[in-house]
Nanobody, 124 residues
Framework: QVQLVESGGGLVQAGDSLRLLCVVS????????MGWFRQAPGKEREFVSA????????TYAESVKGRFTISRNNALNAMYLQMNSLKPEDTAVYYC?????????????????WGQGTQVTVSS
């Protein structure tokens, strides 16, 4: 059983920063890619960022490129999302996800395991 637990969300003002953490436990395959998604009220869940097992391959949604940075520490079974210059439109529940494959993916259907989410609220 693979479990993912997110933390680090909160209420911040526009322009502030937050760092999200996702910790993975349970049986996993080596070289799994991971990603972050988010879901705003009344909207579909959308891709934010993804990272390969090595950390060398990353991809971002256009809306967060240049402001968010994804990283991971495999020794700690952890993945991070550093979010800078936050905007009110970044308000959402943020989910981490893991897929049983090497390549990064922007598609929700490609991920096998999901966390419960952490709320990020950005006030203007």
């Amino acid at each position: 059983q693979v479990q993912l637990v997110e933390s680090g969300g909160g209420l911040v003002q526009a322009g502030d920063s937050l760092r999200l953490l996702c910790v993975v436990s349970g049986r996993t395959y080596d070289q799994d890619a991971m990603g972050w998604f988010r879901q705003a009220p009344g909207k579909e869940r959308e891709f934010v960022s993804a990272v390969s097992w090595s950390g060398e391959s990353t991809t971002y949604a256009e809306s967060v490129k240049g402001r968010f940075t994804i990283s991971r520490n495999n020794a700690l079974n952890a993945m991070y999302l550093q979010m800078n210059s936050l905007k009110p439109e970044d308000t959402a529940v943020y989910y981490c996800a893991r897929r049983s494959a090497i390549a990064v993916s922007t598609q929700e259907k490609d991920y096998d395991y999901w966390g419960q989410g952490t709320q990020v609220t950005v006030s203007s």
